[in-house]
């Protein structure tokens, strides 16, 4: 069969990575996008990139309130607003400087039959097909989502002035790090969630310091809650818990995790399961040479995650044989102030669930001279190893976490042993001279 391309990547996102790879290999190549102003995807405009800079922004206050300074800040949220926008305008021209092989189709297809795709009146054919729909903000049942005074991350990330007042829903990497911007950036803020202790699946000192962390940045926890309803009124949204009691604040944030978009397929040759598309360990869909990346796959909902998937399957597409993607070794992690949190591989949660044995070594940063000047003393370095003694994973709660945990997911890529981890010798002074101890007292 004649097909118009070689291969095409239905969504914007990550997706234009392959795009990229697959044009330059000699595929000709289309990428269907319905908003090419925002090429690149959530990370680039609605997620990653502009909350971590809003973050760097908001800790330049929280770190200016110490003793040893004179004066104070403010942020000014339009100026900062005007600088996310210009530097998102670069980075997307120079994504689409990139992609000068691909043919870019401005519009929103509908994958509905084999190796088709329907754009407007138009039908385009192509005999690979990678989806890569991303995900949307999901509001649960009973909030009255309006986009002003209850809000998701795509309105947060857009805001021109602060709020004198916001609660966030959710204790995923959404809640958690905009409840520490706003907090760090002098707003009043709760944070809301349905469970009794936050990072579950941390370990638990880390989970009690990062609620300790919440704490000193003034932020109001209340855990055990349940929205029941949330609506707009004349006083402000009126929100109604589980338990029927009520409160009324300006501004709130859902921030309750993220469905997969899959609306865009519309034929029962390819499966959608209740996480998202379903896929092999090829991320291949049900329907042969129609793939799935990214975050409307359902499996790990990270940009990282989903250029890896993506690149994997357009070197498989090509024939390179690459080494299959091993979803425990994809760092996750939250960003929040002064510490974030970081983990990779194997954890002690993961390994007890599973009934493995294995080895834990834990290393409080507290009484450190060099944490304590970083505001780091809550910080606690993890790291695990099997029975055989390999390293297998490890967690992180110090500042810049998400840049130290590299040292451990490079030892489990490297299927380095404990008795090797030890011979690492490491910067002083530092955060990584904590790892160090870690690897030691395995």
């Not at 990229?20 to 990370?43: F, P, Q, W």
């Not at 890896?308 to 091993?326: F, Q």
Request: charged share 25%.
């Amino acid at each position: 069969m004649n097909y118009d391309y070689d291969i095409l990547f239905l969504g914007g996102g990550l997706n234009y990575a392959g795009a990229i790879i697959a044009s330059r290999a000699g595929l000709k190549t289309a990428l269907v996008e319905k908003n090419m102003a925002h090429l690149g995807g959530t990370c680039l405009h609605n997620g990653c990139i502009p909350s971590k800079m809003y973050l760097q922004a908001a800790e330049t206050i929280r770190a200016g309130r110490a003793a040893h300074f004179n004066g104070g800040l403010s942020l000014d949220m339009a100026k900062l607003d005007d600088e996310k926008e210009a530097m998102l305008a670069g980075a997307t021209k120079a994504i689409t400087g990139q992609c000068s092989k691909v043919d870019l189709i401005d519009g929103e297809g509908r994958l509905t039959a084999a190796h088709t795709i329907e754009v407007a009146e138009r039908s385009i054919t192509a005999e690979y097909i990678v989806i890569g729909t991303g995900a949307s903000p999901m509001v649960p049942e009973g909030i009255a989502y309006d986009g002003e005074a209850i809000i998701s991350s795509d309105e947060v990330l857009n805001m021109r002035t602060l709020p004198e007042k916001i609660a966030v829903y959710g204790d995923g990497a959404i809640g958690l790090e905009m409840a520490s911007f706003f907090a760090a950036a002098g707003v009043e803020t709760e944070l809301i969630w349905r469970h009794d202790r936050l990072l579950r699946n941390a370990h638990s000192m880390i989970s009690q310091n990062i609620k300790s962390q919440l704490e000193a940045l003034g932020i109001t926890l209340r855990p055990d809650q349940t929205i029941k309803t949330a609506k707009t009124t004349k006083r402000g949204v009126h929100i109604r818990f589980g338990d029927d009691s009520e409160h009324y604040l300006p501004t709130l944030l859902v921030a309750t995790g993220r469905r997969a978009n899959t609306d865009a397929v519309q034929t029962d040759a390819i499966t959608i399961g209740k996480k998202g598309i379903e896929t092999d360990a090829h991320f291949e869909t049900t329907l042969e040479k129609h793939y799935a990346i990214g975050d409307c796959n359902g499996k790990i909902q990270l940009a990282h995650a989903a250029r890896a998937e993506v690149l994997y399957v357009v070197r498989r597409i090509l024939g390179k044989n690459p080494d299959r993607i091993d979803m425990d070794r994809i760092v996750k992690f939250i960003h929040t102030l002064p510490c974030s949190y970081a983990q990779v591989g194997k954890i002690g949660s993961t390994m007890t669930k599973e009934g493995k044995r294995y080895h834990e070594s834990v290393v409080p940063l507290k009484g450190l001279p060099f944490a304590h000047s970083h505001d780091a003393d809550l910080g606690v370095m993890v790291v695990y190893s099997d029975e055989e003694d390999f390293i297998v994973g490890g967690e992180i709660f110090a500042p810049n976490a998400e840049e130290l945990i590299a040292v451990v997911a490079m030892a489990i890529a490297g299927e380095m042993d404990a008795a090797l981890a030890k011979h690492t010798i490491l910067a002083h002074p530092t955060f990584s001279e904590s790892l160090e101890k870690s690897f030691l007292r395995l």
